[in-house]
């Protein structure tokens, strides 16, 4: 049997997203405590396999921490560091990369979306990612990953590599890790076009709600946002082929900890002149003293280093020894 434990990261390839924050860092905070070893990484070495400049992406590590640490990720509850310190899950990658199969990747949907037209021209980094991911998660036996709908894909690949590895070698070492996809917001989609997921990478800042922006800013985006000129339904059946209309009625049912039917008891058969304000108001609410937490946090890089530093070790503490088991079992 393999200890409860809890393991996922956020890329530092910009700065923190409210899809970041309601499909990931909230539900990070709510398995704190909760029967689970909770770790929480933010992955670097992810975010480098596309171009990332060198100061950019020091700001963005930083930033990415403070993000968890305001949320409320508790260094004294969770351990909380920064991938590219942890040599291990580049060495546990690389295993990886030798067990998975050049079938496996080419299926992964967010490469081909991500390399676009110009695939030849992607990073062997970016094709190779879920390969590292595998190593995340595999380095601490981690048994429950929490994400957001679009790293379903590269959790089954998880699944895949630690089944063949098992199975290669005939011995049952890597758990079969589960997926939790929970809550009213696992899709967040963009502000601007309701068939794109929200980024922090995408080109619109627009399109997005940051975790920095201050309360005209998301008042703003809020009331921009796109929308179909019907009034709000009185359930959420009547959302289907709105998608527009369901994003933002999803994210109020997430920040206000409902669903979306109890939303639409509430606000059914209202136009969208009057509920965008109402969202305004309680995404403001939920996510100002996040970001004064962050400014503030930002302000002290000594004190996030330290946490991240400290982190480090305890991460190592636990994917050591497992990496030197994985390279018993492979003969090496
Ligand atoms: P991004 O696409 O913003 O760069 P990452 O790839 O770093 O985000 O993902 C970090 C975590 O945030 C993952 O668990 C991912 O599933 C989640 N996530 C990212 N975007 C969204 C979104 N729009 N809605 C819900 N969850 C999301
Ligand atoms: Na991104």
Redesign the pocket.
């Known amino acids: 049997a393999f200890t409860p434990r809890v393991f996922?990261?956020?890329?530092?390839?910009?700065g923190?997203?409210?899809?970041?924050y309601?499909?990931?860092?909230k539900r990070f905070v709510e398995m704190q405590g909760q029967g689970f070893e909770t770790i929480y990484c933010v992955?670097d070495l992810?975010?480098i396999t596309v171009w990332q400049d060198p100061d950019a992406l020091r700001r963005s590590t930083r930033e990415?921490a403070a993000g968890y640490i305001a949320s409320g990720i508790d260094p004294h509850k969770s351990i909380l560091f920064n991938q590219s310190q942890v040599a291990e899950h580049a060495q546990l990658a690389w295993i990886f990369n030798c067990v998975a199969r050049m079938g496996w990747m080419k299926r992964m949907t967010q490469f081909k979306d991500k390399a676009g037209k110009n695939a030849e021209n992607a990073s062997l980094g970016l094709f190779g990612y879920p390969a590292l991911m595998a190593a995340d998660i595999l380095a601490y036996h981690a048994t429950h990953?929490?994400?957001?709908?679009?790293?379903k894909q590269h959790l089954e690949l998880t699944r895949d590599i630690a089944t063949k590895f098992n199975h290669d070698f005939g011995i049952d070492f890597f758990p079969l890790t589960e997926p939790v996809?929970e809550g009213a917001?696992?899709?967040?989609?963009?502000l601007r076009d309701g068939s794109k997921?929200?980024?922090?990478?995408?080109a619109s800042d627009m399109s997005?709600i940051n975790m920095t922006d201050d309360a005209d800013t998301i008042a703003g985006k809020i009331r921009k946002a796109r929308t179909d000129p019907d009034a709000l339904p009185s359930e959420a059946k009547g959302l289907e082929d709105r998608p527009e209309a369901r994003n933002l009625v999803n994210i109020y049912a997430a920040l206000a900890d409902t669903d979306v039917d109890a939303v639409l008891r509430d606000v059914g058969g209202r136009q969208f002149s009057e509920f965008k304000p109402m969202l305004a108001e309680l995404a403001v609410a939920k996510l100002a003293p996040i970001s004064t937490e962050m400014a503030r946090l930002m302000q002290a890089p000594d004190e996030i280093d330290a946490i991240l530093r400290h982190g480090a070790e305890q991460a190592r503490a636990i994917s050591a020894p497992i990496l030197q088991r994985t390279y018993d079992i492979v003969g090496m």
């Not at 309601?22 to 860092?25: C, K, N, R, T």
């Open positions: 996922s990261g956020i890329k530092p390839s910009g923190l997203t409210l899809g970041n309601l499909g990931a860092i992955v992810h975010a990415i990953v929490p994400v957001g709908e679009d790293q996809i917001a696992t899709r967040v989609m963009s997921k929200m980024s922090k990478s995408d997005r």
